[in-house]
């Protein structure tokens, strides 16, 4: 089972800055994202060094999060999943389903 960890404007840096992450962008108010939280708590996770961290866009506080990572601006669909390490984004994709996320997890991460 997995734990998905929310960011807020305090935690977002050091959590997305050293390491690998799956971070999950979300809003509060989007159905498919709550659907897609519910389905990765039963997932059996296959790289547990891997965080998994979501943050919610329109909660407050986190222009400084949209500022460092211009693109979230351009996310126009929702979940957006992206892969990082070390701050970096790496893979970046838009909706929900486990056997997706495995394959990139696999590919991008190893």
Do not use: Y
Not at 11 to 28: E, N, Q, V
Not at 31 to 59: F, N, Y
Not at 80 to 85: F, Y
């Amino acid at each position: 089972m997995v734990e998905i960890k929310e960011l807020d404007a305090k935690t977002w840096s050091d959590a997305l800055g050293s390491g690998p992450a799956f971070l999950i962008l979300g809003k509060t108010t989007c159905q498919a994202c709550t659907e897609w939280a519910d389905e990765l708590s039963g997932w059996e996770h296959t790289h547990p060094e891997v965080d998994v961290v979501k943050i919610m866009l329109d909660r407050p506080g986190l222009a400084r999060f949209k500022m460092a990572h211009p693109w979230v601006a351009e996310v126009d669909m929702l979940p957006m999943n992206v892969l990082m390490r070390d701050g970096e984004v790496l893979k970046q994709w838009a909706g929900a389903g486990l056997p997706r996320l495995e394959a990139r997890l696999k590919r991008v991460m190893g």
